[in-house]
Each structure stands twice: as structure tokens, then as C-alpha cells.
């Protein structure tokens, strides 16, 4: 059963949740708040854990928990480095504790904290947590948990990777979210990507670039509305007369509506839109999903901004065509959170510029090594085989000597042959012509943490494809080659009929 957002102080303490809700820090209190208000001043244990996808949403949880205690004396803790949150636990006990999975578990380990006073865990986003991984460390956690605290999921869509974990950790939980309703008219959103800390610089940036009539930026955090609101009196908008205001709902007739803020209901975006002509939403990469969502079915398009598109415009139509089949087959998860931090610095369409810039470079230096390295058609062309020390007991395998081979003399993986690996050594096939370089370079190399050694592999043949030998210059003596010839043949007499000639002349001794 899903219930309104707006409800949610209808939610009993002792319940698990779950919550779906874009990723929008404004909304944080709606679902922290009821674990905070559970926390008792007096017992200096950890009494609520908050388990964040990464140290960023780390940190905004922690802070949101500090606007909610007030001017209670609550000890809260952001773990955003373990050795740091490990100091400050041990100077004062955390009752409130956030961190990733694998930083808490760090703690844990370390004897920095227990969990068997905790009263409610909150993970949040369930749905960009399963993207990054660490499923370990959160089954470590969750398993360390008092079974009868509430567990609060917190994700911005319902897909199946969050279904189990639901189904794990937070099983017939009560679900609040928006309700979907087909009847939803969609809405049209153009975005521009940005950071937590960029959005003042982008929300100037739109206005410049667009210069509207009239304009409504839609702000609901308390923070962000001053923040912004200085901006406007700082660009010359104030007073009752100013043509961009701060709001929630954009009034019939407004030409631009800003959202400086992600609505958490599409109800929510249509009434902050629905007098605009034109929306643009100042988004972080994590938010994009939960845009579209919002938008029901609406256009939802960048909006590029000159002064960053101007470095980005010179561009291959190829490799955009390339892009386009990319962005729509592709699911990002890892490499949108993995490219947000550049978001301080620099605009989305900068990024993904100099992204296809290493891509063209990488192309380059491609088919320069092809070009350089002529295809060998190893059927005809002469192989050297090599004997290198190392084998599987060194846990080596065949393309660890492949690429220590490429690696360390330079040539092309078309000149390597067949690998053998064996117990105490290998065998490596590589072209005549490069034997020299692969000696010299690869031999004092380490392989899998073992010195290698590497010399032409002189093999004896099988016992009965051995030929004769003229033995006149070593005797039965004849140094140490002579030695392991005779022991590779057995105790046989150094005499007999089965001896080889002495000399061309004589006939077979009798």
C-alpha cells in the first residue's frame, strides 16, 4: 500500500518505511525527522544509524539531523572519514551516526561503536546505494542491528536490485510515496547539471543567458531561499517590483520558472510550473531520474549554456551519433556519481567534452599501435620459444605473462604465440625477430611478486628421438653435460654393444 508524502506524520515510530522521494535534499526532514524525535537526550549511546549511498549524502544527512535536534544536546556525527569519526566518538559518544557502509563498517570494526542500542536505521538512497555496490559491508551492518528498531528506506525508484533489498532488510514495510496516477499530465523541463555547491553560479548563469520578463525560482529549503535570495538582491532584483522573485507557484503568465529546488510530487512540479512558459531545473546528475519521473511523461531536455557550449561545440557528427545511440540504450548509474564532484568546477557539457576529448585520444594512440604493429600471420611467421621462471605456483597466469611480455619490451600482443604455464615455469612463443628485446627488457621484471628470469628454452628432446653423439671429446667423464646424459639414460654400463661408434672407420664392436 502506498500512501501520500504528505502524510507522513501519520507514520508510527515503530514501523519500517519506506520512502519514495527524488534525490532532493530539501526533502530530507520529511523522513528523518520521525528518527531524530526518537532519540533520547540522556542515553549517551548510538541510538540512530544512517546508512548514505556516499560521504557527500553523508554530510547533508548529518546536517539535516543538526537543523532537526535544534537546540537540543544531541551528539551528531557525519562519518565522512573513519580515523576522523573514530577520534571524535571516543572524545564524545555519537547518538546520531551517518556514514557509507563501508566506513561504518570500518567503525565497527575498530570497536568505535555498537549497535545494540540502535533504535532506527535510515539507508538512503537505497537505489543509488545498489548502484555503487557494498552490499557486503550493509549485510555486515544489518546483521549487527537490534531486530526490533524501525528501518527507514529512503529511494527514488522502485526498480527490482531495491525490491530485494527491501524484501532483505525492511520486509512489509509501509510505503510512502507519490501516488501515480494515469491521469497525470506530463510537464516539459529543460535541466542544467549541477553540484551541491554549484547552484548559485548555474542559477545566475540561466538568468543571464535567458534575461526573462518575469520569473519565479522555486526554492523550499530555508538555507537555499536565503542563499538564493541574496543572489537576486545581488544581481539588482528586489523590492515588490522585481521581475524574478522567490516562490513556490509560478503565477499565470510568468515566462520562466527556475527550479532551484527538485519538487518531491509531481503535483508539486506542475504547480510550480504551471504558470510559466518555459522551466528550466538546476539538477545534480543523481537527480536526472527523478526528474523524469516527475515530468510524467513530459520532455525532459538539457539546456545548454553559451559560454560552456561555445568550448564544447567543435565536435565530430560521428561521435554524436555515437553519443546519442549511447545515451539512449545506456543505464548510468556508477558514472553519473562518479563525474558529480567535477559539477564544482565546471558546467555537464564541459565534462562530456573533455570526456570525448580522451576518447579521441585514445583512438589515436590505437590505431597508431595497429598501424605500427603490421598483422603477422603466425602460421608463417618464425616463433622462438622462451623459457620464463615463473609458473602456477607463482599464481601466474597466461595473460599476466602477455602483458608483462608487451609491457616491458614494447611490442605487440600479435608477436606473442602460444603461453604454457606449468608448475615451476613457462613456455612462451614470441617472433624470432623480437626475442633479443624480450630477453634484455623482461628478465628482472617481477611477475606475479616473483623475479623472472627468461633465456630461449632449450628443451631436450624425448628419450626416443635422442640422437648420437661423438662422445671423443668428453669420455666417460666428460663434465657435466656428460653427467646428466648418462643419468638421463639409466645405470647402463659406459660399455657394451649398445655403445655408439668412436669412430667413422671402425665397425660395430662385437
Not at 548502484?131 to 526490533?148: D, H, V, Y
Request: aromatic letters at 2%; a neutral charge.
Amino acid at each position: 500500500m502506498e500512501q501520500d508524502a504528505r502524510e507522513v506524520g501519520t507514520i508510527s515510530r515503530g514501523q519500517n518505511v519506506v520512502y519514495v522521494m527524488p534525490h532532493d535534499w530539501a526533502s530530507i526532514s520529511q523522513f528523518l525527522a520521525p528518527a531524530v524525535e526518537r532519540v533520547d537526550d540522556g542515553a549517551r549511546e548510538l541510538q540512530v544509524l544512517i546508512i548514505s549511498s556516499d560521504a557527500e549524502v553523508a554530510a547533508v544527512m548529518a546536517a539535516a539531523a543538526v537543523k532537526l535536534a535544534g537546540g537540543r544536546d544531541v551528539g551528531i556525527v557525519a562519518a565522512t572519514s573513519a580515523r576522523r569519526a573514530a577520534t571524535l566518538i571516543r572524545a564524545r559518544p555519537a547518538q546520531i551516526l551517518s556514514g557509507t557502509p563501508e566506513t561504518l563498517v570500518e567503525l565497527l570494526k575498530g570497536a568505535a561503536v555498537k549497535l545494540d542500542a540502535v533504535r532506527a536505521v535510515c539507508i538512503a538512497w537505497a537505489d543509488e546505494l545498489v548502484t555503487r555496490g557494498g552490499a557486503e559491508a550493509l549485510e555486515t551492518l544489518m546483521a549487527e542491528l537490534p531486530k526490533e528498531g524501525a528501518r527507514i528506506v529512503v529511494t527514488s525508484e522502485l526498480n527490482p536490485a531495491v525490491e530485494e533489498l527491501l524484501e532483505r532488510y525492511a520486509r512489509r514495510a509501509r510505503r510512502v510515496a507519490s501516488p501515480l496516477n494515469e491521469s497525470d499530465l506530463p510537464t516539459n523541463v529543460e535541466y542544467v547539471t549541477v553540484s551541491a555547491h554549484s547552484r548559485l553560479s548555474a542559477l545566475r548563469r540561466v538568468l543571464d543567458e535567458l534575461d526573462p520578463k518575469s520569473a519565479v525560482v522555486f526554492v523550499r529549503d530555508i538555507d537555499g531561499n536565503l542563499e538564493a535570495r541574496d543572489l537576486l538582491r545581488a544581481l539588482g532584483y528586489q523590492g515588490p517590483d522585481a521581475t524574478v522573485k522567490i516562490g513556490l507557484v509560478a503565477p499565470p503568465g510568468t515566462a520562466l520558472a527556475v527550479l532551484f529546488d527538485l519538487p518531491t510530487t509531481r503535483e508539486e512540479l506542475r504547480e510550480a510550473a504551471a504558470g510559466a512558459a518555459r522551466t528550466v531545473a538546476l539538477v545534480q546528475p543523481r537527480q536526472l531520474a527523478s526528474l523524469r519521473t516527475l515530468a510524467a511523461g513530459g520532455t525532459v531536455k538539457p539546456l545548454t549554456l553559451p559560454d560552456s557550449g561555445d568550448r564544447a561545440r567543435d565536435r565530430d557528427e560521428r561521435m554524436r551519433a555515437e553519443v546519442r545511440e549511447v545515451l539512449r540504450d545506456g543505464q548510468f548509474g556508477r558514472e553519473l556519481l562518479a563525474l558529480e564532484p567535477l559539477l564544482d568546477e565546471y558546467d555537464g557539457i564541459e565534462i562530456a567534452a573533455a570526456t570525448m576529448q580522451l576518447l579521441d585520444r585514445e583512438r589515436v594512440a590505437r590505431a597508431a599501435a595497429l598501424s605500427a604493429a603490421a598483422p603477422r600471420d603466425r602460421a608463417s611467421t618464425s616463433m622462438t620459444r622462451l623459457f620464463v621462471s615463473v609458473g602456477s605456483r607463482d599464481n601466474v597466469r597466461p595473460g599476466d605473462l602477455v602483458g608483462a611480455i608487451a609491457n616491458e619490451a614494447g611490442v605487440s600482443s600479435s608477436d606473442i604465440g602460444k603461453v604454457d604455464v606449468r608448475e615451476s615455469h613457462s613456455i612462451v612463443e614470441v617472433s624470432a625477430d623480437i626475442v633479443g628485446a624480450v630477453i634484455e627488457k623482461v628478465t628482472g621484471t617481477d611477475i606475479r611478486g616473483r623475479r623472472a628470469v627468461v633465456r630461449r628454452d632449450e628443451e631436450r628432446p624425448a628419450r626416443g628421438e635422442r640422437p648420437g653423439r661423438d662422445r671423443s671429446t668428453g669420455g666417460s667423464g666428460g663434465g657435466a653435460r656428460g653427467s646428466r646424459d648418462r643419468g638421463e639414460r639409466g645405470d647402463r654400463p659406459s660399455s657394451g654393444s649398445d655403445r655408439p661408434p668412436r669412430g667413422a672407420g671402425r665397425g660395430p664392436r662385437p
